[in-house]
């Protein structure tokens, strides 16, 4: 336990020092590091979201534990200059200020990062470029990839998180430009009528159309992985990563494939709790509380990652927080190798089951997306910061393009541990359409939470398709059932399928779109045996 009532720790501050890069660019951060002793190691936090974000970075924490801090801010950011370009320069940039600081009298010439979400992408970004002197990395709740789990899952546009956050950084940039002395009324107003209304903004058609956000054109016309993406994957270079990385994720969090991906990448330890992306750490994430124990102090996870930093030993490779059971598990390996995929099949009359349905006969819907599926809960980053997590699925489920398959009540309980994924064998009678899935648990009360769901976006009328819902630890107790609901929009968490299998429709384009999913699809759970209990 950290001891209370500690002294003061004599501290040297210094704010908006400049550190130029490459091009002649001048970026500035603040600098903090112990008045007593040094050299020392320092910790670098980097970050496009202005002094405020400063606050939350663990300056005392890594004081404490002997490092130098130095926070700065992204080009075009905060006090820095030059033109903010989403991750374009974050691993250049990184480099030259790893350069900056070894140079530093203060400095020891051991530089660690850390960060999460785009700041966690920096870190990974600098590393790739394999600066020396940079010695570790903690990357938390960050993507692999910014076209895979960023901006496209299952090749549907991840909308509702581009355009909240797309936005907030396009009136960031204009008020960086208004200080510089720039005329921006205009562009400002619109980007503000974006954020203060996205619910009408996503409903946008087409949807490169929403304004003033100067990256949106790109993103929305890029949808396959092309030569842009390309470009900007090498910038995150896995394979150029040398040194150690410690990983921390949330079962809500919207870039949970990513870190997994990034583990299975680049290894070192592993943590995943309950949470979503704008509440690391809590005890609760949407209508679920998951105890004290479940917070990210319970487990000295602060502590954890600066003996990671320091080099020192960090205890189990991987620890994940187990729902339903609510309790922290230490795991040697993820995925876990106990765990058995065994396919629960969607039977034509509503069971999910293990056995292998009999019927032929596919269940139907049709779906008009002129009246899509709302997002209720998930991984999550939209402009209502509530609609995340745990959430009551029963008035979606009430809808008519709401397929929903439950289990018999649970006579014992099922552990769901791993990666999970659905398998659809499905038609429909447009050129495309996607196709969701949602992982449920039903209380014995009848409400139903929802634990995971996906996406898949296909340009072929029949098929097979594999829905991705990434991954979980849930236990279903006895008494609940398991639920799997299928449909074709989860708005606007992804933007609507116009059913035209083009990306420049209009309104007046959308196809209404008969659906038929066959009974030999199934979901395929990860089971994990349960230890008998005395």
Known sequence: MPKLNRPPLPVIAEHDTP?????????????????????????????????????????????????????????????????????????????????WITSRPWSNGEVVMSGMSYLAGCALQAAATRPPGLKAVVAAMTPHDFHDGLKYHGGAFALGSALNWGAFQAMLGLLHAAEAGEEVGPALGEVLRVLDDQETAVRTLPVGGVPGIPWWG???????????????AETLRHDRVEVPVMHVAGWFDLFLAGTLENHRRLGGPLVIGPWSHLAPGATGTGRLFFGAAASAQAIGLEERQMAFLAGEDTGPAVRIFVMGDDVWRDEEAWPLERAVGIPYYLHADGLLSPEPPSAAEPAVFVFDPRDPVPTVGGPTLLADPTNVGPQDQRDVERRPDVLCYSSEVLTSEVEVTGPVSVTLHAETSAASTDWTAKLV???????????????????????????????TSQVFKAGHRIRVEISSSNFPRFDRNPGTGRTDSGEADLVVQHQKVYPDSYITLPIVPRRAIG
């Open 19 to 99: 550190m130029p890069m490459r091009d002649g660019t001048v970026l500035r951060g603040s600098v903090h590091r112990p008045a007593d002793g040094g050299p020392f190691p320092t910790l670098l936090v980097r970050t496009p979201y202005g002094e405020d974000s400063f606050r939350t970075a663990p300056v005392l924490p890594a004081l404490r534990a002997g490092f130098a801090v130095v926070l700065q801010h992204c080009r075009g950011r905060g006090t820095s200059d030059g033109e903010f370009r989403p991750w374009l320069d974050e691993g250049a940039d990184g480099h030259d200020t790893i350069g």
């Open 441 to 471: 648990d039903v209380h014995p009360d009848g409400r139903a939470i929802s634990v995971i769901d996906g996406i898949v976006r296909v340009l072929v009328p029949s098929g097979t398709f594999v829905v991705d819902l990434v991954a």
């Open 218 to 232: 790109d993103w929305t016309s890029h949808v396959a992985r092309d030569a842009y993406w390309e470009g900007l």
